[in-house]
């Protein structure tokens, strides 16, 4: 018995050791692979109104990405991105969208018709971009269509929000050295948005591996936090952030994200004209990465 309980606690102590184990991770990712890329955003806006009136608006919206890896080294590999598929969804007594781009209905409702004429204009056309090992983006080149789409203020897809949109591996950051269990880092991440400059900061935990659908993942913890820099012209904006978090699963093997989700709190109060209203906003975006081929 005694032999038989000193042979367990070896055995547990090789599982919980290994499990333990540092171990490097990086993106894999290599020439002639392709992905599947499935964002999903759902986001319910209330405004309040200085009467004490309130409205809510549901917004949902599905974005389907192609990533073709067109070269590849041991520092980095090169991507061509395109978006192939915009579904959008927003409900409110003023407005009524329901859009997919893979239907031919043209909406009726004069916001679907703004938001069907510029995203006919991003589908299809390839972003190229080169990524390092750690996910992080060495350089992105934008196809003069986009560039243009970035300079109107009725675009959905402004400039500010298109490197997030393609470079979804900067969603992890991988830290250089070893990945130990509890390990944390930070990064800062600058976003300009039709004059709405705001400041986050990301930390970041790792907390070892799980097994899902037969794969072993990288499961890390993320804390956000947003800050207002600077208000959109004639405009005053107060920015609270008021709880954000969210979780990243890395495919070790694949050497690639999995899933990420990312869940927002924010009030916001602002001052247009001399009108004043505060909104209470929460949304969450899931990322699914699938290899194509």
């Known amino acids: 018995m005694?032999?038989?309980?000193?042979?367990?606690?070896?055995?547990?102590?090789?599982?919980?050791?290994?499990?333990?184990?540092?171990?490097?991770?990086?993106?894999?990712?290599?020439?002639?692979?392709s992905l599947?890329?499935?964002?999903?955003?759902?986001?319910?806006?209330?405004?309040k109104w200085p009467d004490g009136s309130e409205q809510e608006m549901p917004m949902k919206q599905q974005i389907d990405t192609e990533w073709k890896i067109s070269d590849s080294d041991q520092k980095s590999f090169a991507v061509e991105a395109m978006i192939k598929r915009v579904r959008t969804s927003m409900k409110s007594p003023l407005i009524n969208v329901d859009y997919d781009s893979e239907k031919n209905e043209e909406p009726k409702d004069p916001a679907g018709k703004q938001i069907a004429a510029s995203t006919k204009q991003t589908l299809g056309i390839p972003v190229a971009?080169?990524?390092?090992?750690?996910?992080?983006?060495?350089?992105?080149?934008?196809?003069?269509?986009?560039?243009?789409?970035?300079?109107?203020?009725?675009?959905?897809?402004?400039?500010?929000?298109?490197?997030?949109?393609?470079?979804?591996?900067?969603?992890?950051?991988?830290?250089?050295?070893?990945m130990t269990l509890g390990?944390?880092?930070?990064?800062?991440?600058?976003?300009?948005?039709?004059?709405?400059?705001?400041?986050?900061?990301?930390?970041y935990r790792y907390e070892g591996t799980v097994q899902e659908g037969g794969r072993?993942?990288?499961?890390?913890?993320t804390d956000l936090t947003t800050e207002l820099v600077q208000s959109p012209p004639e405009m005053e904006i107060a920015l609270e952030d008021t709880g954000s978090d969210g979780e990243i699963f890395f495919d070790v093997e694949l050497g690639c994200i999995s899933k990420a989700v990312q869940r927002q709190k924010f009030r916001v109060s602002m001052n247009v004209g001399g009108r004043k209203l505060s909104q209470d906003i929460e949304g969450s975006t899931t990322t699914t990465y699938r290899l194509a081929n």
């Open 2 to 33: 005694k032999s038989l309980a000193l042979g367990m606690v070896f055995l547990l102590t090789v599982c919980f050791s290994s499990d333990s184990q540092a171990q490097t991770l990086e993106w894999k990712l290599e020439k002639g692979q």
């Open 36 to 47: 599947a890329i499935e964002s999903s955003h759902e986001l319910v806006t209330i405004i």
């Open 129 to 178: 971009m080169k990524i390092g090992r750690r996910g992080n983006l060495l350089e992105m080149k934008l196809p003069e269509t986009f560039q243009k789409l970035g300079s109107s203020p009725a675009n959905p897809l402004p400039s500010g929000s298109l490197e997030p949109l393609f470079a979804t591996s900067e969603q992890l950051q991988l830290p250089e050295g070893e």
């Open 183 to 203: 390990r944390q880092w930070e990064r800062s991440i600058n976003s300009n948005v039709g004059g709405l400059q705001t400041k986050s900061q990301v930390k």
């Open 216 to 221: 072993k993942l990288a499961k890390f913890h």
